[in-house]
């Protein structure tokens, strides 16, 4: 039963979130939350390429031999990643800076490439883009909600700029008293505030 | 026999396209990122190096084939300048840029600038500026190596190759600076 666009669009929003139910693209969802800024210019350039990715593999679609089809996937992904690497490189360098490595990876983020093999390749172009966008969205949330949870609890506050959007200071949210949970902002704390981030999402789930 | 010329032809096509779109690009972006780099990386390591100058030595900087040279002026009179230099690190090259005063080759600081390595450890070399300050006021002669290849450079302890990197880059920088050196001092007074 084929669903409509606005329903591909928001299962990526809340049914289908990829970190959090899908359970995929978990590697960079752990190293870049640290700061909210970072989740979020991370999940921008991701939904670049998951767009970019989605259109060009369910345009393709019929024309891609189905026995080469991971390689010429990969070729589309790994292009488009370039592609956002370099113009962050050009016009947001701080953001491209902070990011580091975790921008090349996106070409090995499950994400990208389950979506063009479970969807793209047998969906038309809107279905397509409207998953891409979904999913993308989603997972800037995601970040952005986890990422919000370990920055407040591992230094107290917000801080930080989202590149030709707006800047935010949200200082001593606790109050002055309050003692950062420095382990938040390291790998355990990752582990951990993704997996709480799960179990609610589970909970929500069953309800 | 169709099929696979298909697979071929598509691959083919595929990756032709992908070429042309990245290296156009590349090509669009390269100015920019460089300017990028100057100002966000280079450019506050080479004030730092330089420290009150009464110019700013970003602006006031010369090319001798590719390498750039900022010259820093001290009541108007040019005494030092900054280059860069580079090593072959853990990860790939180990960038510094290195401060000399003109008059009497001493080394006004060393700083990395681009680098690929280990973080926590290589890539203390940037971070911690107490393996690169071991370098002021030393002269610009000369070969350095690092205590464990028979020279005096401090190692940071467990990170001998970028240790390395960076001294075989102030070798090279020794080198070069000796090689241009009335070049650089003749462009240097001319810089306005």
Same mark, same amino acid.
């Given at each position: 039963m084929a669903k409509s666009l606005v329903q591909e669009f928001t299962k990526?929003?809340?049914?289908?979130?990829?970190?959090?139910?899908?359970?995929?693209?978990?590697c960079p969802t752990l190293a870049v939350t640290k700061a909210v800024e970072n989740g979020v210019g991370m999940g921008i350039a991701f939904t670049a390429v998951l767009v970019g990715s989605n259109i060009l593999v369910s345009l393709l679609r019929n024309v891609i031999p189905a026995k080469v089809r991971i390689a010429c996937y990969i070729i589309i992904i790994a292009t488009f990643v370039t592609l956002i690497d370099l113009l962050m490189q050009a016009y947001a360098f701080p953001l491209s800076q902070k990011l580091g490595i975790f921008i090349p990876l996106i070409v090995v983020n499950c994400i990208v490439l389950g979506r063009a093999e479970a969807f793209a390749s047998k969906n038309g172009v809107m279905a397509s883009t409207a998953d891409a966008f979904g999913m993308g969205i989603g997972y800037t949330f995601a970040l952005g909600a986890l990422a919000a949870v370990r920055e407040l609890l591992g230094t107290g506050s917000l801080v930080g700029e989202i590149p030709y959007l707006f800047k935010y200071s949200v200082t001593n949210v606790f109050g002055p008293h309050f003692q950062p949970f420095?382990?938040?902002?390291q790998a355990p704390g990752a582990f951990i505030g993704l997996g709480l981030m799960l179990c609610l999402m589970n909970l929500a789930a069953k309800k | 026999m169709n099929e696979m010329i298909k697979m071929v032809v598509v691959l083919t096509v595929l990756s032709v396209v992908s070429g042309g779109a990245l290296a156009y690009v590349q090509t669009s972006t390269t100015a920019q990122i460089e300017n990028n780099k100057l100002q966000f990386i280079k450019g506050p390591a080479v004030k730092t190096i330089l420290?009150? +100058?009464?110019?700013d030595p970003i602006v006031d900087r010369f090319k001798i084939d590719q390498n750039s040279f900022f010259v820093g002026k001290y009541d108007g009179n040019p005494k030092a300048v900054v280059f860069e230099s580079s090593g072959k690190g853990f990860g790939g090259d180990v960038g510094i840029v290195v401060g000399v005063e003109l008059d009497d080759d001493k080394i006004l600081g060393v700083r990395v600038t681009t680098m690929s390595e280990t973080p926590g450890v290589g890539a203390r070399a940037k971070t911690d500026t107490t393996f690169v300050s071991?370098?002021?006021?030393? +002269?610009?002669?000369g070969t350095f190596k690092v205590k464990a290849d028979g020279g005096q450079v401090d190692a940071i302890g467990g990170a001998t190759i970028t240790s390395r990197a960076v001294s075989a880059a102030l070798t090279d920088a020794s080198k070069f600076y000796k090689e241009l050196k009335p070049q650089i001092i003749e462009k240097a007074k001319a810089v306005k």
């Open positions: 990526g929003l809340w049914k289908e979130i990829p970190p959090f139910r899908l359970v995929l693209g978990l420095d382990f938040m902002i | 420290g009150k +100058t009464s110019n071991q370098f002021k006021d030393q +002269t610009l002669k």
